[in-house]
């Protein structure tokens, strides 16, 4: 049925493409002469539209916040954690949880970082995300490690990747094929068990190139459980890419396909400590999580077709994402009697008799006697699909004696998600968890599914030294709910929404070196398929002030930014309110403002040894504007003026490195302030914030030429943890000290 | 005539502002069981439901449960008294044993009234984890080694040096709960276990340590009635709960519907799934994890040492009942018959009233017909599983209600 759908929606799609390229074709050409474009330029060509942002070093004429972290930079501290990337990145706010990045929290511009679920996650320009409307959380992530690039884009030209334009897209870019042969094994070792074996080898042999490349990565993991056991993970990542280059008189095409596997099993939980144990040993577990385990498998079919003229190009992208995850953790307390969630027991173990003796329960020192202290394990058991086409047209023309960048695109998508959820109800008994003989029983059985089809157009101009662009986004979204539970097949909702989001922006050129820009968009969330229509999409008018310097060797961005949220929109997860009900919550009008600063500069010590120097900054305040009553764990009893939770005033990073021919020193340090952990009062974190966490990390590599290069790393170089964050039940840790050595051999 | 460059701008500008004008727009159908029914169709007048059950029902139960509180003071400082009197030989038995006997028939008359307060858990006595709720009976949580501790600590006015403040002590220590213990114990000897056990305690006479307890009841009790107090001035004035909920819809209220309001009157009558069914009848009968492990367990009954288990789910049953029909008023029973139900509505005050006529058939206490008829108690379950089942189904379907959480799940 899916494929069948899809197999039309493809014949529609490639048919507006060809339209698409058959008009530019006609205006193309009279112009048209001898086309000479060598295999090469090609391949840049295709690789550039793999991105989104260019690797232009002279001044960007972006009109919009676009950061670009290449392979260069990523190389620099080899990072496997995403969090520890995006750090860099001026308007990132995060909330960390297992200390690896296995799943990360991210949001841009005051958006709310849970799951990611409020930005666009992209590999490759297509969407990652399990299910990006059906279910925006992003349980899935893709290997940070075998990343060349990643791009954080935000502003207007966000409306050029939706569904979620209020904060902005995320874009992870694989390895491209490489043009010869070419290879690469790493293989590293450190703290905590951790280990890595990476390698990839690729080559084009006339017009066919291809590329192989494996990642696996374990670690033991920092936490200790109590009673002993694992807590670390295991991952692997494969992918293989087939690519054809057709050079043609009048057009140049490529034709890649891309296959990947990945999967995790990673004894990961949601339980965390109560402040005072997290004060005496940050990395205890509790014994009740040691049953918790994600496993998770991601597989991933993308076929891409580019073409390219003398003025336009066209990317083509199908695309199949299939993940299925389950992960069996502890939910809580199985109460009746008696009722309290982890989150209150670990706030105040001291509180009651009853927090006391729970808090004992899950430590294992007192055994469950009560059938309301069994405790409850759910097997949230999930399958995502995520399928589409999509086409991005580029077209320079001359259009009224002015010159027009025009960019336009149509996808299809289509995904979905269907919950198997299930419970087991245990005995802590002699500090063990023991299964107390009753069946398992069945939670949330349903499914959520969204065919949407997104447009967008997009003109830019250049008026003398003004570059000006408008364009439009138009998401039209079919989205359905089905509970699958037996005799619920009365409980369904079928919901439609239509939406067009305008953008304009203006760029203007000071000199070769600066200039500034100007950006109004608008924001949208979509709501998830089985959200009562009465909760509202969010919706935000977006403006961004700034302006650039960059000579070559100096660089400066300075962006401030609004967003004029009318409704903000949040829902529940286990990682943030601890139950799995995805009840979303509208929250009125709120404002964020703030300001994003990067600069870097170079300076030459030596002939051989080159200092280089960068920084970001965000400054960032936020506010509800008007007072109201929320079920909404995060927010609570809110009055006008409150800030949002999860959002820190301050966050610096300042990266120092020496780099010579052969060696390189790297050091960043990271800032990152206080947060609160919830808005208003009433809710039981009211009050509450994580600590202000200062890290350092270093890595110095050193390469012994045709030997290979050798390099050591220290994450959190003084061993600094702070409580992160409470949610979804207490303290969680930052990632400890750890140190990692490792070997690269390329050839 | 406008030039080019001014025609591009004019035409980007107008695609945007034109663009600009199209807004979000959301259509939707959804099946008969999706999420829950707003309201019910009927013009039955909800609020009028609302405000004979706050005034009618449980307001009247919350004051006469101040009063009861109040006489339970009373009683407990002639107990002391004559425990005084008696230790100084200066009273003889009798005296003594009427005084006890008048204290523990004062406990009961509180905890009787109190149990229907049970029934009516809205507001004050659901903040922060039922905080006041348990500070006046934080069953099944009991703590008598806690008890025995805080006898000495009252009694010296000191607790690690600061002085001793009931209000700031744990619920399981303080509360009906623990004068139950104060009051009703044959046994002088304390209930720790452990390392930590009453100072001196065990060098003490019997009629020393029964002064000491009754005054630590006496205290007790004053605590209780204090927080009956708070109860009565965190329901009723103008800034009440029961005020709020009789606003319900109005400008300014807590409930944006009457029938938000509605339904969390509907959410207290579920004690009886939760607490009655599971926790008074189906834990010491086995049915769910005891301190005996699954088998018939005595020692899990409500409130064992008065032997005032079953009188318990009686007033559990009555308060259910009086909540049900609204006594001389309107009541959810009159929403049903408006509803086109009145099928549930006859059933559901039949079924209760076979459960509260099988309660008060017990010539013996809960504890001992678990061991000589337990047959009894597996019907007074069914029975109450009868009235459960009513109120999860046909009652909540057809008054358009949402189900506590705590009662989403059959635990059966």
């Known amino acids: 049925m899916n494929n069948l759908a899809i197999s039309k929606k493809l014949s529609l799609v490639i048919a507006i493409q060809f339209a698409l390229v058959s008009q530019v074709s006609a205006a193309d050409s009279d112009a048209k002469t001898d086309v000479t474009t060598d295999k090469t330029s090609v391949n840049d060509s295709y690789i550039e539209k793999m991105q989104i942002i260019g690797h232009d070093a002279r001044l960007s004429k972006q009109t919009g916040s676009a950061t670009l972290i290449d392979e260069l930079e990523l190389e620099q501290f080899k990072f496997d954690d995403i969090n520890r990337v995006l750090y860099s990145v001026p308007g990132v706010n995060i909330r960390e949880e297992d200390g690896y990045g296995l799943r990360p929290n991210i949001g841009f511009r005051g958006a709310t970082p849970e799951r990611s679920k409020k930005i666009n996650i992209m590999e490759d320009g297509v969407l990652i995300g399990p299910a990006p409307y059906s279910a925006a959380s992003a349980y899935y992530f893709p290997m940070t490690s075998k990343m060349t690039a990643i791009e954080v884009f935000k502003g207007p030209a966000a409306i050029k990747y939706g569904p979620n334009t209020v904060a902005g897209s995320l874009n992870m870019v694989t390895r491209a094929v490489p043009q010869s042969s070419e290879g690469l094994v790493d293989v590293s070792g450190g703290s905590d068990g951790f280990a890595k074996a990476h390698a990839y080898y690729g080559d084009t042999i006339d017009n066919f190139g291809f590329l192989i490349e494996g990642v696996h990565m374990r670690a033991d993991g920092f936490k200790e459980l109590d009673g002993g056991g694992d807590t670390g993970f295991e991952k692997n990542d494969i992918m293989a890419k087939l690519r054809y280059d057709l050079a043609g008189d009048a057009f140049d095409q490529v034709f890649e396909l891309k296959l990947a596997y990945a999967d995790e099993n990673s004894n990961e939980t949601y339980l965390g400590l109560t402040d005072a144990d997290f004060a005496a040993n940050p990395n205890r577990r509790y014994v009740a999580s040691q049953l918790d385990n994600m496993d998770w498998t991601h597989s991933q079919v993308q076929f891409n077709h580019f073409i390219t003229g003398d003025n336009f190009d066209v990317t083509t992208r199908v695309y199949r994402n299939d993940f299925e995850r389950a992960w069996y953790k502890i939910n809580g307390f199985k109460g009746g009697l008696v009722n309290r969630s982890l989150q209150e027991i670990l706030a105040d173990p001291d509180k009651d008799e009853v927090n006391s003796r729970f808090y004992n329960i899950l430590t294992g020192s007192q055994d469950s006697v009560a059938e309301y202290e069994k405790l409850v394990l759910g097997n949230n058991d999930r399958t995502y699909y995520s399928q589409g086409i999509q086409s991005d047209l580029n077209l320079q023309l001359e259009l009224f004696g002015m010159q027009h960048q025009f960019a336009s695109g149509v996808r299809f998508h289509q995904d979905q998600i269907e919950r198997n959820h299930t419970t087991d109800t245990y005995l802590m008994t002699q500090a063990n968890l023991v299964s107390d003989g009753s069946d398992t029983q069945a939670a949330t059985t349903d499914r959520e599914k969204t065919d949407a089809w997104s447009v967008y157009l997009q003109d830019t101009i250049s008026i003398s030294a003004l570059d000006i662009t408008a364009g439009v986004r138009g998401e039209y979204i079919d989205a359905h709910y089905q509970n699958r539970a037996p005799g619920s097949e009365q409980d369904y909702l079928n919901k439609t929404t239509r939406i067009w989001l305008p953008s304009f922006s203006a760029f203007y050129t000071l000199s070769d070196n600066a200039g500034l820009l100007f950006g109004v968009h608008e924001g949208f969330l979509p709501t998830s398929p089985k959200q009562d229509p009465s909760i509202d999409v969010e919706s935000s008018i977006n403006y961004e002030l700034g302006g650039r310097y960059n000579d070559g060797n100096f660089n400066l961005e300075l962006i401030g930014f609004f967003n004029d949220i009318s409704n903000l929109k949040e829902g529940c997860q286990f990682s943030s309110c601890g139950s799995d009900d995805d009840t979303e919550f509208n929250g009125g009008e709120v404002d964020v403002l703030g300001l994003e600063l990067t600069s870097g500069y170079s300076i030459t010590l030596t002939d051989d040894i080159d200092l280089p120097i960068s920084l970001s900054y965000t400054y960032t305040e936020s506010e509800f504007k008007t007072s109201f009553e929320s079920g909404f764990d995060m927010w609570g009893d809110i009055t006008a003026g409150d800030e949002l939770p999860y959002l820190p005033e301050n966050q610096l990073a300042v990266n120092l490195g020496l780099v010579s021919d052969q060696w390189d020193v790297n050091m960043i340090v990271r800032y990152i302030g206080e947060m609160k952990e919830a808005a208003g009062e009433g809710v039981v974190l009211s009050g509450s914030t994580t600590e202000a966490l200062t890290v350092v990390d270093m890595s110095a590599s050193y390469d012994f030429n045709q030997y290979g290069l050798v390099y050591v790393k220290a994450d959190n170089l003084f061993d600094t943890q702070e409580i992160v964050s409470r949610r979804p039940y207490g303290a969680r840790p930052s990632k400890p000290q750890q140190f990692q050595i490792g070997y690269q051999y390329r050839f | ?412």
Request: aromatic letters at 8%; proline letters at 3%; a negative charge.
């Open chain 2, 1 to 412: 005539m406008l030039s080019q460059p001014r025609y591009s701008l004019l035409s980007i500008a107008l695609t945007a502002a034109l663009l600009s004008g199209c807004n979000e727009s959301t259509s939707s159908d959804a099946g008969a069981d999706y999420g829950n029914q707003d309201n019910t169709t009927s013009d039955f007048d909800q609020k009028a439901l609302i405000a004979n059950l706050v005034d009618g029902v449980i307001t009247p139960t919350f004051e006469q449960f101040v009063s009861v509180s109040n006489q339970q003071v009373s009683d407990i400082n002639a107990y002391c008294t004559a425990a005084i009197a008696f230790e100084q030989d200066s009273s003889d038995n009798t005296s003594l044993t009427q005084a006890s006997d008048t204290a523990q028939q004062s406990w009961r008359n509180t905890i009787s009234v109190w149990q229907q307060v049970e029934m009516m858990q809205l507001g004050p006595l659901l903040n922060d984890d039922g905080a006041l709720r348990n500070k006046i009976y934080s069953w099944p949580v009991t703590s008598r080694c806690g008890v025995d501790l805080d006898v000495v600590s009252f009694e010296n006015n000191d607790i690690n040096g600061v002085p001793y403040d009931i209000t700031s002590r744990t619920p399981a220590r303080k509360g009906l709960v623990a004068l139950e213990y104060l009051l009703f114990n044959p046994s002088f000897e304390h209930s720790c276990t452990g390392t930590v056990t009453p100072a001196g305690w065990d060098n003490r006479t019997d009629d020393d340590r029964r002064v000491a307890r009754c005054e630590f009841a006496a205290e007790a009790a004053k605590d209780i009635n204090h927080n009956a107090q708070q109860l009565l001035i965190q329901w009723s004035g103008d800034d009440g709960y029961g005020t709020s909920l009789k606003q319900a819809g109005e400008t300014g209220s807590s409930f944006a519907t009457v029938h938000e309001a509605v339904n969390k009157l509907s959410d207290a009558l579920f004690y009886i799934d939760s607490v009655t069914k599971d926790g008074k009848l189906a834990t010491p009968l086995g049915l769910f994890a005891n301190s005996c492990g699954t088998s018939v367990c005595v020692e899990d009954v409500e409130s064992p040492i008065a032997k005032h288990s079953i009188e318990n789910i009686t007033r559990n049953l009555e308060a259910l009942d009086a909540l049900f029909s609204g006594k001389e008023g309107l009541g959810f029973d009159d929403y049903l018959i408006d509803e086109n139900d009145a099928d549930t509505a006859t059933e559901l005050r039949e079924r209760i009233a076979t459960a509260l006529a099988n309660s008060r058939s017990y010539q013996t206490s809960l504890s001992d017909a678990l061991v000589s008829d337990e047959a009894k108690v597996t019907a007074t379950h069914s029975d109450v599983k009868a009235v459960t089942d009513k109120l999860k189904n046909e009652f909540i379907n057809s008054l358009a209600l949402e189900l506590p959480q705590t009662s989403a799940g059959d635990n059966d």
